[in-house]
Each structure stands twice: as C-alpha cells, then as structure tokens.
Nanobody, 118 residues
Framework: QVQLVESGGGLVQPGGSLRLSCAAS????????MGWYRQVPGEQRELVAG???????NYPDSVKGRFSISRDNAKNTVYLQMNNLKPEDTAVYYC????????????WGQGTQVTVSS
C-alpha cells in the first residue's frame, strides 16, 4: 500500500512561485507512475503534470513553460515547481501514483491548497 503526503501549498501573489512536495511511503518509483493533478470545487480533477515511458513528461497548454515535475529518488519525493503563477492556477493540488502493472490501485495524496491572489 502507498501513502502520499503533499506539502508546500499556500497563498501567493500572481507571478510568484511555489514548489509542492509529495513524499511517498517507501521506494515506489519502479512500480508506480507519478503525476500531479488539481481540482477546483465543482469541476473535474485535471492533470497538470504527468510522467510516462522513457521519463517523458506531459503538461497541458495552460501550464506549459511554467510548471515542472521532478523527483528525488533518495528521498522518495516528487516535486511540482510552479512559476509565474496565475489566479486561474488556484486549486487543490493532488499527488497521484498509478501502478505500472495493470493490476493494482491508484493512490492519491490528501491535497494541498494553492491560492493565487493579489
């Protein structure tokens, strides 16, 4: 079983930066594909930073050039660096782990609030 704990959210002014962290229980990167999602109340959860085969990354147009996903294997931690934040980035951000094998559960962190406002 996987436990994911996010941190690093908060209130920031437009144009500012935040780095979110997702600490995973144990070394899981060989077994899980990691990503970041966000959700606004009343709307569907959307992918903001994904990883795939060959270390490829995937970002929607809304965050390309501003967000970057990375990981520290030694610390079992995934990061989301967010630069030049905009008010529309305001959401709850979730860390996600998807099993590389077909059999298994998806895991989500508890979420961390990011608010971008003047």
């Amino acid at each position: 079983q996987v436990q994911l704990v996010e941190s690093g959210g908060g209130l920031v002014q437009p144009g500012g930066s935040l780095r979110l962290s997702c600490a995973a229980s144990g070394s899981i990167f060989s077994r899980y594909v990691m990503g970041w999602y966000r959700q606004v109340p009343g709307e569907q959860r959307e992918l903001v930073a994904g990883t795939g085969i060959g270390g490829r990354t995937n970002y929607p147009d809304s965050v390309k050039g501003r967000f970057s996903i990375s990981r520290d294997n030694a610390k079992n931690t995934v990061y989301l660096q967010m630069n030049n934040l905009k008010p529309e980035d305001t959401a709850v951000y979730y860390c996600h782990a998807h099993p590389r094998l077909a059999l298994g559960n998806d895991y989500w962190g508890q979420g961390t609030q990011v608010t971008v406002s003047s």
